[in-house]
T-cell receptor, first 113, second 115 residues
Framework: AQSVTQPDIHITVSEGASLELRCNYS??????LFWYVQSPGQGLQLLLK??????LVQGIKGFEAEFKRSQSSFNLRKPSVHWSDAAEYFC???????????FGTGTSLTVIP | DAGITQSPRHKVTETGTPVTLRCHQT?????MYWYRQDPGHGLRLIHY???????DKGEVSDGYSVSRSKTEDFLLTLESATSSQTSVYFC??????????????FGPGTRLTVT
């Protein structure tokens, strides 16, 4: 069965520090992988996606993610976190038919000065 | 911005009353979805639609019904609201993005409180 696991419910980092949010997936075929960000009271915004090719993908707001097939992982990274990055982050896997998406339970990021 | 609006944005209703949430899109997308978001559960799919009058159930469809009589509108109805349906509801569409990858885009959400 398809599933997405985000093992960290909450992470706190200092402003300027590096960040890595973990995502593991279970999917029978080649996955399409996504990261979304949700600021308080807002909808979800697509940060980046992977579907093929280079396993290191760049997204908006300085985020990147690396697909590792052997580990079934798609971790999100940022070299230097800004206070405005405080939000909830969701990892998702999608079918290439376009009709099914599966989301993780999210990781809440707090940024301290 | 995928041209998705939701109405109402906030609603408080009493247990046992019917409630309808509306999702409207302006870009003629085929697939539309309703999710609910609850702490500790992330996003859970309620129903989705793959065309006018074509809908299917998601993982948490009990107590909800949907209708899609026009491409642009996808309605979610709680026939008799219960307190367990207090949640934030998100509508989403799937867009066929660059290089043929399907991407999902979300509306701003509706916060529903059932008292």
């Amino acid at each position: 069965a398809q599933s997405v696991t985000q093992p960290d419910i909450h992470i706190t980092v200092s402003e300027g520090a590096s960040l890595e949010l973990r995502c593991n997936y279970s999917y029978g075929a080649t996955p399409y992988l996504f990261w979304y960000v949700q600021s308080p009271g807002q909808g979800l915004q697509l940060l980046l996606k992977y579907f093929s090719g280079d396993t290191l993908v760049q997204g908006i707001k300085g985020f990147e993610a690396e697909f590792k097939r052997s580990q079934s992982s798609f971790n999100l990274r940022k070299p230097s976190v800004h206070w405005s990055d405080a939000a909830e982050y969701f990892c998702a896997v999608g079918a290439n038919t376009g009709n099914q998406f599966y989301f993780g339970t999210g990781t809440s990021l707090t940024v301290i000065p | 911005d995928a041209g998705i609006t939701q109405s109402p944005r906030h609603k408080v209703t009493e247990t046992g009353t019917p409630v309808t949430l509306r999702c409207h899109q302006t870009e003629n997308h085929r697939y539309m979805y309703w999710y609910r978001q609850d702490p500790g559960h992330g996003l859970r799919l309620i129903h989705y639609s793959y065309g006018v009058k074509d809908t299917d159930k998601g993982e948490v469809s009990d107590g909800y019904s949907v209708s899609r009589s026009k491409t642009e509108d996808f309605l979610l109805t709680l026939e008799s609201a219960t307190s367990s349906q207090t949640s934030v509801y998100f509508c989403a569409i799937t867009s066929h993005g660059l290089a043929g990858v399907y991407e999902q885009y979300f509306g701003p959400g509706t916060r529903l409180t059932v008292t």
